[in-house]
């Protein structure tokens, strides 16, 4: 069972440039979520997924479109990169059938854009 | 609106000494609490999680936390820190079946031999 795997683990950008964060995982859980971790700042929610064909806005989402077409792939897009997006990028996925489950969090993806 | 305070950046402890980390919540509902660990370079791993029940609650790696309503705290705790120990430690805060946690800035836990 591989959980949340997330591709690539370390990426490199110029400004300007567009990339797509992958993520998969393979629990049919309805939820699916990207976070970014910034130095003194935790994580913060960029776009969720409440299951297949529906995704919203977290609390810092300028920047990033994701889309969700299937319940296993929650990609998470770039379209001009900027320094600002600089960070470490986890994808997280969880089960909305039972109240008392946790998140599963990916290996995470270390950005860095110059 | 939901959001966790870590008061502690940093901590340093010694090889088989007790630890304590502070977590404070603001949220106007019934809190689901969790508090997850990060070694450095890998993803996040739960430790434990309150729903309901019990307040005293016991994860994995010994750890444990205490749910305070009237402090609106989460506090974790270890009573014998080894070194595998060292690493990052995030609490979280979300509502009852929504995923949208919001999570601390993270306490850096350095174990000294």
């Known amino acids: 069972n591989a959980g949340v795997t997330q591709t690539p683990k370390f990426q490199v950008l110029k400004t300007g440039q567009s990339m797509t964060l992958q993520c998969a995982q393979d629990m049919n859980h309805e939820y699916m979520s990207w976070y970014r971790q910034d130095p003194g700042m935790g994580l913060r929610l960029i776009h969720y997924?409440?299951?297949?064909?529906?995704?919203d806005q977290g609390e810092v989402p300028n920047g990033y479109n994701v889309s969700r077409s299937t319940t296993e792939d929650f990609p998470l897009r770039l379209l001009s990169a900027a320094p600002s997006q600089t960070s470490v990028y986890f994808c997280a996925s969880s089960s909305a059938r039972d109240l008392n489950t946790e998140a599963f969090f990916g290996q995470g993806t270390r950005l860095t854009v110059v | 609106a939901q959001s966790v305070t870590q008061p502690d950046i940093h901590i340093t402890v010694s090889e088989g000494a007790s630890l304590e980390l502070r977590c404070n919540y603001s949220y106007g509902a019934t809190p689901y609490l969790f508090w997850y660990v990060q070694s450095p370079g890998q993803g996040l791993q739960l430790l434990l999680k309150y729903f309901s029940g019990d307040t005293l609650v016991q994860g994995i790696k010994g750890f444990e936390a205490e749910f305070k309503r009237s402090q609106s705290s989460f506090n974790l705790r270890k009573p014998s820190v080894h070194w595998s120990d060292a690493a990052e430690y995030f609490c979280?805060?979300?509502?009852?079946?929504?995923?949208?946690?919001?999570f601390g800035a993270g306490t850096t836990v350095t174990v000294r031999a």
């Open positions: 979280a805060v979300g509502p009852i079946n929504d995923y949208k946690l919001s």
């Open positions: 997924s409440v299951g297949a064909g529906i995704t």
